[in-house]
Each structure stands twice: as structure tokens, then as C-alpha cells.
């Protein structure tokens, strides 16, 4: 392989687009109703005095990256922004020219550090990079032309831990030869989120709730999409939590491929967990649920997850570690407690999505059973740059499902300019259809058809990625 393309970053922009959803989104404490969508543009320059921009997306989700109560949603929406122009401030300051990998690298430890300064946790503070990240690798990746799988495969990015001090564990890997053996899947299954606002049956919504057609609960979504993997939310109240899966197992059994649980950091011990967990499996009516239980998704809250050991609960189910998974050793940390699963998610940064696999790859050679697994979450991504980048990622590291809930709790791209829609629709036909009066993600059999992925650049097919810029504001 040509060694690596080096190049210095000239100048980062942001832009946002509010986003409205048509149906609330429950997780642990928290609902959200609406929230902004940030847009990266990042342009970088090489050597030669050549240029090439790319970008990236991402919701802005409030009450996830920080839960304290005492913060608002735009409390939460101003962290986020503040990790942001960090992060462009870090990256802009150095003219020297760096491989993609290396310009991150080389911000990792000093951003974090600089956050907790500020009172930032590593998880609000890792959404600047990982959305800058995803920006200069399509323009990398642009400016080769060539698609995210065969860029990452051959490692374009110049991917190496070795020397970095970020993934010392993997120091012996043959990160190279990891990375040329991926191979992106065609399609990939959509596992639906059962949040804890959704509505089980039709009835259960008011009949004058919403007309645009489109499901609102999970037995209409079920026969829209044909989901047959779900991810059902639990709210740490055992006696509700029991009695909802109770209706949902009416509505997916003898039709569920896999279901995975998400605590969401809602119980406050692994005792309280464990007895949630004992009452599940002992409930004869949700044997059928219990059956096709793949994994339970962090249960304890992030502040207690890697100070308690949970191997003996996970003896009887795989347990996740996520909102914990805050920093690149986060799942090192985990996993002599018992974790044997992490997430993938966008707004983390597909570094580690990478490093996290590639760990996984590693442990698993030394195993029996292969019991180390990376799962890809979702966290309300939207159709557009964000679901083209995160389908990209997952499909490339070989994952069989993954979590999409956007689709059903936003209308589509109806906040998008029709112009933009239409473009959209033209260069990922596969991907998207037009209903509803809106282009949205295509979803049939439950699956979603990711051939169209397969363009130059992370998942953008050119440069501005089909995105009406001059349609949003530009405030920071």
C-alpha cells in the first residue's frame, strides 16, 4: 500500500437545521420531542496545495451525553456545541501535515483534558472529533475517490495505534491486516426501538394523534417494515417493565429474529438488575421474549458501570457496555467486569468503532465461543449524512443488524428542502423512497439495501453531499 495522504485541515464549519419529531422518544428519564441537527463542513489541504471538503451530520440528542437533571436541553445542546468548536479550534491551530488518523490522534488526550477543564464529560467531549472525524476522512476519501469500504480497507487514514499511547492493548495487532479483510454487507437488518413512550397497539394512541400516515405504534410498524429485530427500552421499574414486555411479546412472538434490552443506566444496582432480570425469566408468558434475548444494553448508570463487577448476571445474558464507553480503554476497563459487548455509535467516533472491533477480533482468538461482540445503536440518526455514514460504518465492519429508530419518530427528511430531498433520493435510490409526502429511509423486509453506499467518499457520493448548506443557520 502508498503510504498514507498527508494533509493539513484549513477551515471547519457548522451549520444546524432543527428537527422536529412526530412522535416523542422515551429513553430512561428523559423524552425528547425536538432538538437540532448539526452539519460539519471540513476543508482540508494537501501538500501540492490541492484542496478537497467533506462532511458529516449528527443529532444532537440533550439528556444523553450528560444526564444531570440540573441541566436543561439547552444546556446540553450548548455542550455539545462547545465540544464542537474545541475540537475545530484543536484541529485548525496545526498547519502540519498529518495523516487522517494521526489528526486525531494527536488531539485525543489534550481535548479530553481540556474538557474535564471545563467541566465537559469524555463523552459530551468526544462529539466534536468524532463529528470532525467523519468530515476530513470523505474529503480524504474524496480527493481519492474512493468509497468509505475500500478506503478504510486500505487503510487511507493511515489507521495505527502503535506509538499513539491510545490503544496500547492492541499494540502487537495486525491492524492492517484487520482492516483489508472487512467486507461491507449489502444489506443490513433494521432492529427496531420500542421506546418507552411508544404505543404497543394503534389504540393506544388518541385517535385525533397524528395524520401523516405514517405507524404509530409497534404493531403498524411491524407491518410497514416487516421488522423482525427489536431493541426494547426498560425504565428500571420492574413491575412496569415486566408488564409492557408482556404486550410487546404478544405483538412479536413467532416473528422475532433477535430482541436486545436497553437498561439505559435506569437501575441502581447490579442486585436491582439481577432481580429484574430473575423475575423476567421466570415469567412463563415471556419465555418466547426471553428466548431471542441477544444482549441487555448497560443497565447500571455510567458512574457506577465500571466500579461494579457484573460477571455472575452476565453468566445468563451478555451484557453492553455504552453510555460508559466514554473514552478509547473504556471497554478494556469493562471487560474483566463481565461486559463482553460494546456500541458502535456515530457520535462516539468511528475510530473506535474500529479499535473496539478490532479488540473484539482479538479477544476472540483467544476465547472460546467468540463471546466478545460490537453491536451497532443508534441514537435517533436521521436519513441523510448521518444514516449514509453510520450504514456505511456498520456494514463495513460485518454486522448483521443495527439499531435505526429515526425513521420512525421523524417524518423522513421533511425538515430538508425538497431540492435537497429529491438528490438525495436520486443518488441513494435504494436507500431511500419517497412517501408521506417526504424522502425516507426504505426499509422492506426489514432490511435496508446499502448498495448505493458503495461511492466516493464516506457514503456522499460528492462533495457537499447532496446538502442544501445555504438552507440552514450558521451561528458559530
Known amino acids: 500500500m502508498d503510504e498514507p495522504l498527508r494533509f493539513r485541515i484549513d477551515e471547519i464549519r ?3 437545521r432543527d ?18 441537527q448539526v452539519y460539519v463542513q471540513a476543508r482540508i489541504r494537501f501538500a501540492d496545495g490541492s484542496t478537497s471538503q467533506g462532511v458529516a451530520a449528527e443529532m444532537m440528542i440533550p439528556k444523553w451525553f450528560d444526564k444531570n437533571p440540573a441541566l436543561s436541553n439547552e444546556d446540553n445542546f450548548k455542550q455539545l456545541r462547545d465540544a464542537l468548536k474545541a475540537a475545530r479550534a484543536a484541529y485548525c491551530a496545526d498547519a502540519t501535515n498529518r495523516t487522517a488518523w494521526q489528526h486525531f490522534a494527536q488531539r485525543y488526550k489534550p481535548l479530553l483534558k481540556s474538557a474535564e477543564q471545563a467541566g465537559l464529560n469524555p463523552l459530551a467531549a468526544s462529539y466534536g472529533p468524532a463529528l470532525l472525524d467523519r468530515a476530513i476522512l470523505d474529503a480524504l476519501l474524496l480527493k481519492l475517490g474512493c468509497s468509505f469500504a475500500g478506503g478504510m480497507s486500505a487503510n487511507v487514514a493511515g489507521l495505527d495505534v502503535r506509538g499513539s499511547g491510545l490503544a496500547d492493548d492492541l499494540k502487537g495487532f495486525d491492524m492492517a491486516r484487520f482492516l483489508s479483510l472487512q467486507m461491507p454487507r449489502k444489506q443490513i437488518a433494521a432492529r427496531h426501538t420500542v421506546g418507552l413512550a411508544d404505543a404497543i397497539y394503534s389504540a393506544d394512541r388518541p385517535a385525533t394523534d397524528l395524520t401523516d400516515g405514517l405507524p404509530t405504534s409497534l404493531a403498524t410498524v411491524i407491518a410497514r417494515y416487516g421488522h423482525r429485530d427489536f431493541k426494547i427500552k426498560l425504565s428500571g421499574d420492574t413491575e412496569a417493565d415486566i408488564a409492557r414486555l408482556t404486550a410487546i411479546s404478544q405483538v412479536t412472538e413467532g416473528l422475532a429474529r433477535l430482541i436486545t434490552l436497553d437498561g439505559n443506566e435506569q437501575y441502581a444496582s447490579a442486585d436491582a438488575f439481577a432481580d429484574f432480570f430473575t423475575q423476567l425469566t421466570s415469567d412463563p408468558q415471556l419465555a418466547p421474549l426471553v428466548e431471542k434475548i441477544a444482549f441487555v444494553e448497560q443497565p447500571l448508570h455510567r458512574d457506577q458501570a465500571l466500579a461494579h463487577n457484573v460477571s455472575a448476571i452476565a453468566k445468563h445474558i451478555p451484557l453492553l457496555v455504552d453510555e460508559s464507553d466514554a473514552t478509547l480503554d473504556a471497554f478494556v476497563k469493562a471487560r474483566p467486569l463481565g461486559y463482553t459487548g460494546v456500541s458502535s455509535k456515530s457520535c462516539k467516533g468511528f475510530y473506535k468503532s474500529i479499535i473496539n472491533a478490532a479488540r473484539c477480533a482479538e479477544w476472540n482468538t483467544k476465547a472460546p465461543g467468540a463471546p466478545y461482540f460490537l453491536s451497532g445503536e443508534d441514537l435517533t440518526m436521521q436519513a441523510g449524512l448521518g444514516v449514509q455514514q453510520d450504514l ?16 420512525h419518530y421523524v417524518n423522513g427528511l421533511m425538515a430538508a428542502p425538497k431540492t435537497e430531498q429529491q438528490n438525495l433520493l436520486l443518488a441513494h435510490d435504494s436507500l431511500y423512497e419517497y412517501s408521506a409526502d417526504a424522502v425516507r429511509l426504505r426499509i422492506k423486509g426489514g432490511q435496508i439495501a446499502l448498495g448505493s453506499l458503495d461511492c466516493p467518499g464516506f457514503a456522499t457520493g460528492q462533495a457537499g453531499g447532496n446538502i442544501s448548506w445555504d438552507a440552514m443557520r450558521s451561528v458559530y
Open 14 to 16: 457548522f451549520s444546524e
Open 392 to 407: 456505511a460504518l456498520v456494514s463495513w465492519l460485518g454486522l448483521s443488524h443495527v439499531e435505526r429508530n429515526g425513521h
Open 19 to 36: 428537527v422536529v419529531l412526530r412522535l416523542p422518544f422515551r429513553f430512561g428519564a428523559a423524552t425528547v420531542t425536538s432538538c437540532p
